[in-house]
């Protein structure tokens, strides 16, 4: 495996969790008032066998040990079942009635209900600035335009990703969201309402404004006033689980070795953003009511016009792409709307889509690791099965080569970190568009490559796929933002040379075999020459102090390389906190800065000095800039200090 593999591997290990597939959606713009055509939902029979093929190959393809699946359709419950183990090594099979799976980010929308039922009685304001309701920390005021909860809602407000301690491990304690918050608040990268980007942080300070003003825990709230008048008594928000509900958890599997082997429980503080525990048929109870505007017999969690505004767009980032709505992700194709949200964790992934216009809602969740895109992939054959596209293709028009080239290059996506040590993993995947024979493709970040078919000058259709790939292009400029349409709260900037993954690798590399050559080769070449080498030089060697200050300036370099590898190897487990490898080694910077600045001064005096060999000059010189550029990369990188 060559550096830039291996580096890549590892960043994708930290974003499967940092970029929930779930931010997938496309605007209803093209439906033109037409609803597609739909196959009988009620013919259960063939409904059933559909998803008994689809899904046994899935487990079957994707090593996952089981996934559980619910449909309700017109009021009723066409689909609710399981497949698979809740324990691999006991024996016992998943129940869709009572076996809990962890719905991660799903969670969210019993957030943003409890939102608006603050804001229906006057407790919280929608356009306030949010560092009015606050006391114990505040917001930053980087730019003029203050935080909302509207921005809040939509994943407007500007932050960066912070990942950093979004999981803890199963024995540790949950911090308190103002615990969290005083530790940690993401660095303001934008002003409000000016973009959409993902942010778990923003969720979590919705919630802590709904424990403010309610004067209850999220955990007392949540199930006071949502789950209990739904009737949801197989859903918790509580970590670690009640003891009445233990009994019923899904071990989250990894397979290993070729077996399946069950995880620890996974904690996550901010329980409001994804720490909710649910069986199938809670959630589609939790559908249902969704479905007929929070309502569920006798009780509504909010009123009709209430319920309709978080359907209602906030921001677009271009025509024909998703708005990013108060709360709720818009994910459906072109020719439907289809609402809902989706979770993950490093254990489980969900999906709960809802189509307003057919009353039917779909829930899907597996409890193995290796099921990232499955949710993803079941609610588009869902789709394409029973709300199939039947009108006509959008037209397409030509665009000469030369035009096309402007949207070539790599994007990198606006969720990600700018200040702490885990920048590096927002621009190791990039997405990249490429010209091949006068047409352009779109590559993911998984490297699956599709062609793209324009519709106007800065919208293209993807061909096969039920989504839409969009430009922000000013004119006589090249494309300078990609968005995918069924990604709403998330856009991918251009990416600028100094991000150039490649080009940073080279630096390193050239800077690693300049400081083995310090390090090996130096003391194994005076050792010849002392011994075996008897001839005279007509030129001088280095001086022997220049040489000792390069010495110990490449130990350093080296010991920074290695340490960084070692606490970076794991991958995502950097999330549960910083191994004491890379604390440790993010010391050595600081310790070979005199050093460097003695090499800087003995360059420059080296150069001066004629009698010196040439080579052995410019090797100097060399290694003297290649390690003053790895501090800058450090920097850049936020690897020169103690940044998370």
């Given amino acids: 495996m060559n550096h830039h593999s291996g580096l890549r591997k590892t960043s994708l290990g930290i974003l499967a969790t940092i970029l929930f597939l779930y931010c997938s959606g496309t605007a209803s713009p093209q439906n033109n008032g037409i609803l597609p055509q739909t196959s009988d939902l009620k013919n259960t029979a063939e409904l059933e066998a559909f998803f008994d093929g689809v899904i046994s190959t899935f487990l079957f393809s994707e090593k996952l040990a089981g996934a559980t699946i619910g449909i309700v359709h017109q009021g009723d419950?066409?689909?609710l079942k399981a497949y698979g183990y809740a324990d691999y090594e006991q024996n016992i099979y998943l129940d869709p009635e009572t076996s809990l799976f962890r719905i991660a980010s799903i969670s969210k929308l019993f957030t943003w209900i409890a939102v608006f039922q603050q804001w229906e009685q006057g407790k919280l304001d929608l356009d306030e600035d949010i560092n009015n309701?606050?006391?114990?920390?505040?917001?930053?005021?980087?730019?003029?335009?203050?935080?909302?909860?509207?921005?809040?809602?939509?994943?407007?407000?500007?932050?960066?990703d912070v990942v950093f301690e979004l999981f803890l491990r199963e024995d540790a304690s949950i911090p308190s969201n103002e615990e969290v918050f005083k530790k940690r608040i993401p660095t303001r990268i934008m002003p409000p309402l000016q973009e959409a980007a993902y942010s778990n942080h923003g969720t979590g300070l919705a919630e802590y404004l709904v424990e403010l003003v309610s004067g209850m825990p999220f955990e007392d709230y949540v199930e006071q006033y949502i789950l209990d008048p739904l009737g949801m008594h197989c859903t918790t928000f509580r970590q670690p689980l009640p003891d009445n509900l233990k009994p019923y958890m899904s071990n989250g599997f990894a397979y290993r070795n070729g077996s399946f082997q069950a995880q620890p429980f996974e904690?996550?503080?901010?329980?409001g953003v994804g720490g909710a525990s649910s069986s199938a048929r809670d959630m589609l109870i939790f559908a249902e009511a969704l479905l007929n505007h929070t309502r569920s017999d006798t009780i509504s969690l909010l009123d009709s016009a209430t319920f309709a505004l978080m359907k209602q767009?906030?921001?677009?980032h271009a025509p024909n792409m998703n708005p990013?709505?108060?709360?709720?992700?818009?994910?459906?194709?072109?020719h439907l709307r289809v609402i809902g949200h989706g979770g993950n964790t490093f254990l489980f992934h969900s999906v709960l889509a809802l189509i307003p216009d057919h009353q039917t809602a779909l829930f899907f969740s597996v409890n193995s690791e290796n099921g990232t895109r499955v949710p993803s992939d079941i609610l588009n054959k869902f789709i394409d099965r029973y709300f199939p596209n039947t009108g006509e293709k959008p037209e397409t028009i030509l665009l000469t080569t030369d035009y096309l080239k402007g949207f070539t290059g790599a994007y990198i996506p606006n969720r990600r970190s700018h200040s702490d040590l885990l920048k590096f993993a927002g621009v190791m995947n990039p997405v990249h568009v490429e010209l091949k024979n006068n047409s352009l493709y779109f590559k993911d970040m998984w490297e699956k490559v599709f062609e793209l078919i324009p519709t106007d000058s800065t919208t293209f259709a993807v061909r096969d796929e039920n989504f839409l790939i969009g430009f922000n292009r000013p004119a006589g400029e090249n494309a300078g933002k990609l968005y995918i349409s069924n990604r709403p709260i998330l856009a991918f900037d251009r990416m600028q040379r100094q991000y150039s993954v490649p080009h940073h690798l080279s630096l390193f590399i050239a800077s690693i075999i300049a400081s083995i050559i310090i390090l090996i080769f130096w003391p194994w070449l005076y050792y010849l020459r002392k011994n075996y080498d008897r001839r005279p030089k007509a030129l001088g060697n280095l001086p022997t102090f220049s040489k000792t200050v390069a010495w110990i300036t490449a130990l350093f370099i080296m010991l920074t390389f290695i340490a960084l590898l070692s606490g970076f190897s794991k991958g995502s487990e950097i999330i549960f906190g910083i191994p004491a490898i890379l604390r440790i080694g993010l010391f050595f910077p600081f310790a070979a800065m005199p050093f460097l600045l003695l090499m800087t001064w003995n360059s420059i005096v080296i150069w001066k000095t004629p009698k010196i060999k040439?080579?052995?000059?410019?090797?100097y010189n060399f290694a003297n800039l290649i390690f003053l550029v790895n501090f800058w990369q450090l920097y850049f990188w936020n690897l020169l200090g103690w940044q998370y």
């Fill in 77 to 79: 419950v066409v689909l």
């Fill in 324 to 334: 990013a709505l108060h709360g709720f992700l818009d994910i459906g194709p072109p």
């Fill in 313 to 316: 767009p906030v921001l677009q």
């Fill in 267 to 271: 904690m996550m503080p901010m329980t």
């Fill in 614 to 619: 040439l080579k052995s000059r410019l090797f």
């Fill in 133 to 160: 309701y606050l006391t114990a920390f505040r917001i930053p005021d980087t730019f003029d335009e203050p935080i909302s909860l509207r921005s809040l809602l939509s994943h407007t407000a500007g932050f960066e």
